[in-house]
């Protein structure tokens, strides 16, 4: 087993670093930094070394706190919609290895490095949240380099709860003025900034000229971002969740379930 071809639950200690992050690489030598402190990708290189993800100077990178950049983790809550902390604990919390995975083969891990991640509440989590649960992550890296992130949440007791999810991925991007959004138009979008009015989207593709901070409901399961001064395009796609979210000047698309 290399180092990085399977920076796996399998083989943790190949792909590790000093601070406990695990280490995914792809055969193109494209890769990606993965912190057990909330589950959350920090880093996600490109073959020729480029950095994708934004963290923002100012990020703290140490436990307790939630670090702003990358790709964390909003669970059980998204934003401020319910009365936990803002985007709930999940990103807040040390993360373990995942030994068993179930339900999900390591079939096509030839072609992937990948990490299994669990997150289990505790019993102060509990306190503020009484369900019990089991977050499974998956983060892989193709053989060219594209990141996937697949979550799955157990009910463990099987009484009823909800939750809402998010990835609020920060992308690197250039100026902001030479940024450009397709596959958002025309559709409704609950605006952050205006106590989530609902408005429709109006024209071409999406332009940033002022501070934007919205969900977009129903939105496609394919967006591009491009960036026309980095010359480079975004392809995002999801799969089982409704609606993304744009944040301008922290440009980050949350595809969230509520
Ligand atoms: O500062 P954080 O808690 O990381 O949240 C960062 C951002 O999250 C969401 O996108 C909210 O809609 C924004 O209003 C908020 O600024």
């Avoid at 200690?13 to 920090?42: C, F, K, M, Y």
């Avoid at 919609?81 to 390591?106: I, K």
């Avoid at 019993?123 to 369900?131: R, V």
Wanted: some cysteine; proline content about 6%; overall charge neutral.
């Amino acid at each position: 087993m290399s180092m990085g071809r399977y920076a796996a639950s399998t083989d943790p200690e190949a792909g590790r670093d000093g601070d406990g992050a695990v280490l995914l690489r792809s055969p193109s030598g494209a890769t990606a930094r993965v912190s057990l402190h909330g589950g959350q990708v920090v880093s996600w290189k490109n073959d020729r070394g480029d950095e994708l993800l934004f963290t923002s100077s100012k990020a703290i990178m140490k436990p307790p706190k939630a670090m702003r950049g990358g790709i964390p983790i909003c669970f059980p809550q998204f934003g401020n919609c319910g009365t936990l902390e803002r985007h709930g604990f999940a990103r807040n919390r040390m993360w373990a290895l995942d030994e068993e995975h179930p339900g999900l083969s390591r079939s096509d891990s030839g072609s992937r490095s990948l990490v299994d991640l669990i997150l289990k509440p505790s019993e102060e989590d509990q306190k503020s949240w009484p369900h019990s649960f089991e977050f499974r992550l998956r983060i892989s890296l193709t053989k060219d380099g594209d990141l996937s992130l697949v979550s799955r949440i157990r009910n463990v007791n099987g009484k009823p709860f909800s939750f809402s999810f998010a990835y609020h991925t920060y992308l690197s991007v250039s100026d902001i003025s030479e940024v450009r959004i397709e596959g958002l138009e025309t559709l409704d979008y609950l605006d952050n900034l205006s106590q989530r009015e609902r408005h429709t989207e109006q024209g071409d593709a999406i332009t940033f000229e002022s501070e934007v901070d919205r969900v977009y409901v129903s939105s496609p399961n394919v967006i591009a971002v491009l960036d026309h001064e980095k010359k480079r395009t975004f392809v995002i796609r999801k799969d089982g969740l409704p609606d993304t979210g744009k944040t301008h000047p922290f440009i980050h698309f949350p595809p969230c379930l509520q």
